[in-house]
Structure formats: C-alpha cells, structure tokens
C-alpha cells in the first residue's frame, strides 16, 4: 500500500500495460517475500471446545441464497488441471471418500468478521499428494462453480490445518 500510495504522490504515470504490470510484478513480489518472512508453517490456529461454536454461523456470499448456483451433487466434478500428475476429475463421492478431519478453528472472513465454526474436510495437502502435485509451483488456484476465482501460497495449501471442508457442525456444508 505504501508503494502504491508512493508512485501516485510522485505523479508516475502507471495507467500504460506494460508499466503497470511491472509495477504490480515488483508488489506481488515484495508482498510474497513479507509473508514468507513471517508465515510460520509449523504454527497451528488455535482450536476451541465445541461449545465456542458460533450459532448461528453468520454463512454470506457474494449472492442471495436463492440465486445460489443450483449444482446437482451427483454431476458434479472437480477439475484438476496444472502442475500434477494426475489430471483426472474427481466426483463428489471419491473426495468424501478421502480420510476427513474435524477441526474447530475460528474463521476469519476478509469482509472484517470472525466466527468459531466445526470444519470437516480432507487435508488440501493430502489431496495434492494423491494428484501428484508439484509442491514447487508457487500458488494453488481455485475457481468455483459461479466463476469466483482465488489463489492461496503453496506454503498455505500444504499447511495440516488447510483442508478442503465438507461438513459444518456435524453436516454438510450448506450451499
């Protein structure tokens, strides 16, 4: 944020293509290299007693629920693609067949909230090491069924509490 507060006060020009991807080349780099210097990857999120769960969940999304992408479980299929070695789609059934965890651990949301929840999903790094993933990529890539993408750091998705969660408080996880 300094930076880019910075190049604005100076009065640089960063509107062209090329200048600003370089700009943003330089930020996400210095922006990798802060949370490399202070991501601890042996460091784990407290967890809580059951009766810190926050009820009700306040669950948001970016659309109302009734305009919610209605996915019928049974089609469904995760792409894989990328650095892996094994590219095939994954169905529904085949992930909840993988070994699940339950944790409770406070979600932080990027709108400002938090709540405690009860999570149950399969590790995200044990479901790389069944698609063979090259752990040397720099990021892990996500786009969901309504088109909304995101990335997190290779460090993250390898980390033991990062898991692809299924369940809520004993259920699945509600749209």
Same mark, same amino acid.
């Given at each position: 944020?300094?930076?880019?507060?910075?190049?604005?006060?100076?009065?640089?020009?960063?509107?062209?293509?090329?200048?600003?991807?370089?700009?943003?080349?330089?930020?996400?780099?210095?922006?990798?290299?802060?949370?490399?210097?202070?991501?601890?990857?042996?460091?784990?999120?407290?967890?809580?007693?059951e009766?810190?769960?926050?009820?009700?969940f306040?669950?948001?999304?970016?659309?109302?629920?009734?305009?919610?992408?209605?996915?019928?479980?049974?089609?469904?299929?995760?792409? =894989?693609?990328?650095?892996?070695?094994?590219?095939?789609?994954?169905?529904? !059934?085949a992930?909840?067949? *993988?070994?699940?965890? $339950? #944790?409770?651990?406070?979600?932080?949301?990027?709108?400002?909230?938090?709540?405690?929840?009860?999570?149950?999903?399969?590790?995200?790094?044990?479901?790389?090491?069944?698609?063979?993933?090259?752990?040397?990529?720099?990021? =892990?890539?996500?786009?969901c069924?309504?088109?909304?993408?995101t990335?997190i !750091?290779?460090?993250?998705? *390898?980390?033991?509490? $990062? #898991?692809?969660?299924?369940?809520?408080?004993?259920?699945?996880?509600?749209?």
């Open positions: 944020a300094s930076l880019g507060a910075l190049t604005l006060l100076t009065g640089c020009d960063v509107s062209g293509g090329e200048t600003a991807e370089r700009l943003l080349a330089h930020v996400s780099k210095f922006n990798d290299a802060v949370q490399a210097a202070i991501f601890n990857p042996n460091a784990l999120a407290p967890t809580y007693p009766s810190a769960i926050t009820r009700p306040p669950f948001n999304a970016y659309y109302a629920l009734q305009d919610a992408p209605q996915i019928e479980a049974k089609d469904w299929t995760l792409e =894989v693609a990328g650095l892996v070695e094994t590219k095939n789609p994954w169905t529904l !059934d992930l909840y067949s *993988l070994p699940q965890e $339950t #944790q409770i651990t406070r979600h932080v949301c990027v709108e400002g909230w938090s709540a405690i929840g009860s999570w149950t999903g399969v590790r995200l790094s044990e479901f790389l090491k069944r698609i063979g993933a090259d752990t040397r990529a720099k990021y =892990v890539w996500f786009r069924a309504e088109g909304y993408t990335s !750091d290779m460090q993250t998705a *390898l980390h033991p509490q $990062t #898991q692809m969660t299924f369940g809520f408080d004993g259920q699945t996880l509600p749209v």
